[in-house]
């Protein structure tokens, strides 16, 4: 799924577009402070990741979590398509990855054709052929490999039943003719199709090498590098592939030597030392974001803060409402409360603008033709005697359900619903229960916060995904958790998926967007940035466009001494 509860060093969820600020081009990419964040990218050398976490899932089936998919994408596998390693908004480009093109479509898009590219091998030298991509898509049917993206199951015809490859069972939809053809079979006319093959799950991986829940800890590389040992929660050494092939990858640069990733260290720990950037330190960076607490470090700093890239994630926070019963059911309500926020001083809770955007619609910048819309046209602080008018006169009690990190952002929430009378008693609970907590719709609480990515540069992985109708589940609910119901809604969300020109699509998702904000299900209230700190040593450093802002691991170098 593509939800995040923002919950302090949690789950952000898979892969999203996002919109940054300016295009690509052949120079240093920028910093947030706008002097350049490296030097000149080189090869070799070892650069160092500090992390304070292990992956949740490198098995490219399961992986759907940022950044581990960067990771594992850009450096230890690779896909049938994938997007240009380029900051600004080149990067959100598809390019061919493991195919010759992008796909062929026929019959309306029902049907998409793609051919394998010559000299594509695996880390022992074998080729890497068509089966190896349909095993792997296979594979994310398997109720015994959860986690990972779901669109072969959304789009794939017969897959209703199948429950993957791993009892012998194959999925008659995707066609493999030879060992550089393969064929997939839609349900549906699928016009951004050449975008759902960057996802890791059209990553190949040999059916002779499956190991079930164990392949998460030795994937075997298609990519640049591959691993060389894995000591889960301590360190993983990645080494080169010498059978990986430059003349067949346009994207990834594979710079270092050697990639070390340190870890189970504190944030904080990671801050102080890339803010230092003394010896091994200076080709070193940061895994998960900076702490708030340490940007007071390095914002004074120029040189410090030239190092830091602040990206917006492209992920929308929500204040989400339980819309099936009161006081929340009606319409106007909603809108009052979109009325009364003070998203100015939510900003505020969550770092200041150097760590958020205020967010004025639903779809990220990058999904609505790279300017965010405004529907209502509010003052940051809202506007109180228009949510007072919708109220007619009422005070309401409410409760809010946050996680416990997220309890500076609920009292700004709270002081600024009790201007216009509605008083707002919240409860925290602890991370590991938030999704469930929200997800049970027979237990849905009053408010909440929620927040939702897309996985790749399309209106189709955003708001179908938390506003029809159709995907609320009793328990689990992870998209539709405001339990939204309405039928002119889906009814445009199944003729936007009928279409089969992309940029028509993409207009009707922004119109889409704008009918939905008026019924007001949920407030979107910020865009958060992606900020990573790197060492002096560090090159080639940029938050990518389409993966969060995390930092595209396709060009990190490190400078040589």
Same mark, same amino acid.
């Given at each position: ?212 829940? /164990? ?157 965010? /819309? ?188």
């Amino acid at each position: 799924m593509s939800g995040t509860t923002r919950i302090a060093g949690g789950l952000l969820a898979a892969a999203l577009v996002i919109g940054v600020a300016g295009c690509g081009s052949s120079k240093s990419p920028t910093a947030s402070g706008g002097e350049p964040a490296t030097g000149t990218p080189t090869k070799g050398g070892t650069l160092t990741v500090l992390s304070n976490q292990d992956f949740s899932h490198l098995d490219p089936t399961r992986n759907w979590t940022m950044p581990h998919m960067d990771f594992g994408i850009r450096l230890l596998y690779r896909t049938l398509t994938t997007f240009k390693s380029e900051p600004g908004a080149a990067g959100a480009e598809v390019v061919p990855d493991m195919a010759t093109d992008l796909g062929t479509p026929s019959q309306g898009g029902k049907v998409w054709k793609f051919t394998l590219k010559d000299g594509l091998k695996y880390e022992d030298g074998t080729p890497i052929v068509a089966d190896d991509i349909k095993y792997n898509v296979e594979r994310s049917f398997a109720p015994e490999l959860p986690g990972g993206p779901n669109y072969a199951q959304v789009y794939l015809a017969g897959g209703d039943k199948y429950k993957g490859p791993l009892k012998g069972e194959r999925l008659k939809s995707i066609e493999t003719p030879d060992d550089k053809t393969i064929i997939f079979k839609l349900k549906r006319p699928v016009a951004e199709f050449s975008s759902t093959v960057t996802l890791p799950t059209f990553a190949p991986v040999p059916k002779a090498k499956e190991a079930g829940a /164990q392949y998460d800890n030795r994937p075997f590389s298609s990519g640049p590098y591959k691993i060389e040992t894995y000591d889960r929660g301590k360190e993983l050494v990645l080494v080169r592939n010498e059978h990986w092939d430059p003349a067949t990858d346009t994207v990834r640069k594979a710079l270092p030597d050697k990639i070390v990733v340190k870890q189970g260290l504190r944030q904080s720990v990671i801050d102080d030392r890339l803010i230092d950037s003394r010896g091994d330190d200076e080709n070193a960076l940061t895994y998960s974001d900076v702490s708030a607490a340490s940007l007071a470090k390095i914002l004074p700093k120029p040189e410090t803060r030239a190092r830091l890239i602040s990206e917006i994630s492209g992920c929308t926070d929500m204040l989400g409402f339980n819309t099936t019963k009161a006081p929340f059911d009606d319409p106007k309500v909603r809108q009052a409360v979109h009325f009364a926020l003070d998203k100015q001083a939510l900003q505020t809770a969550e770092g200041g603008p150097d760590m958020a955007e205020i967010a004025t619609a639903y779809l990220p910048p990058a999904l609505s033709g790279g300017q965010a /819309q405004d529907v209502y046209g509010l003052p940051q602080t809202g506007d109180v005697e228009k949510a007072k008018a919708l109220l007619g006169g009422k005070t309401l009690d409410v409760g809010m359900t946050i996680s416990t990190g997220d309890k500076l952002v609920g009292e700004a929430v709270q002081s600024s619903l009790k201007r216009v009378g509605i008083n707002v008693t919240l409860n925290p609970v602890d991370p590991s229960v938030y999704y469930d907590t929200i997800g049970d719709t027979a237990k849905t609480p009053d408010m909440f916060i929620y927040g939702w990515c897309p996985d790749y540069p399309s209106g189709a992985t955003f708001l179908p995904m938390i506003f029809d109708s159709r995907t609320i589940v009793e328990k689990g609910n992870s998209g539709n958790v405001w339990q939204f119901k309405d039928k002119a809604v889906d009814a445009k969300i199944d003729e936007i998926q009928a279409m089969t020109d992309g940029d028509a699509a993409n207009k009707a998702w922004v119109e889409l967007d704008k009918q939905i904000m008026e019924a007001s299900p949920a407030v979107p209230f910020m865009w958060k940035k992606k900020p990573l700190l790197v060492g002096k040593g560090i090159t080639g450093a940029y938050g990518h466009p389409v993966w969060s802002g995390q930092l595209d691991y396709a060009t990190l170098g490190v400078k040589q001494k």
